[in-house]
């Protein structure tokens, strides 16, 4: 027999909610009880926009600074997104309730695709820094940031929506 509402129309129940571990949802991977992943997106997220940012000052100045200072952001966020992705990684495949969602399997994806464009974006200045700028090293940043901000969204969703990667869970 199946549960109804107040109102008699029959309750849908979420099959994944059913699965041993759902529930389970706190971060495995933390330095003293704080998620590691969590702890270091910010880092790619500010050096992806910082990338964009010198892009448009070299476009707009012609100063050679600005090349440089988009290289080294395209290369630490890309190193830095990799710790991130390595925290994350762990935790989507360590943590069941994590692993159960469809929207944390998104994040994945959408997260190591801007972990590709970054490193695309960052090796194509390493010969050239101000050559690669103008236009495909723009456009690269254009695209990381608008991926960036993508994934940043779901991940967001994950942490204060669905309340993955905290303590309490859900």
């Known amino acids: 027999m199946e549960k109804k509402d107040t109102e008699g129309t029959p309750d849908l129940i979420d099959p994944i909610a059913s699965l041993p571990g759902y529930d389970q949802t706190e971060s495995r991977i933390a330095f003293l009880g ?3 992943h969590a702890m ?3 880092f790619p997220v500010a050096l992806t926009f910082c990338a964009l940012g010198a892009d448009v000052f070299y476009w707009w100045t012609g100063d050679a600074f600005w090349a440089r200072a988009a290289l080294w952001a395209t290369g630490t966020g890309f190193f830095f997104g ?3 992705g390595l925290s994350g990684t762990a935790e989507l495949l360590l943590v069941p309730g994590i692993r159960a969602r469809a929207p944390a399997w998104t994040h994945f994806i959408i997260a190591v695709t801007l972990l590709s464009l970054l ?3 960052w090796g194509q200045r390493m010969d050239d820094p101000e050559q690669a700028v103008l236009p495909y ?3 690269l940043s254009a695209l990381c940031t608008v991926v960036v901000a993508a994934t ?3 991940g967001g969703k994950l942490v204060f929506d669905y309340r993955l990667g905290t303590a309490k869970g859900s």
């Open 34 to 36: 704080h998620p590691i």
């Open 119 to 121: 490193g695309a974006n």
């Open 152 to 154: 940043g969204w779901h």
């Open 82 to 84: 990799m710790v991130a």
């Open 40 to 42: 270091s997106v910010a």
């Open 137 to 139: 090293g723009l456009l």
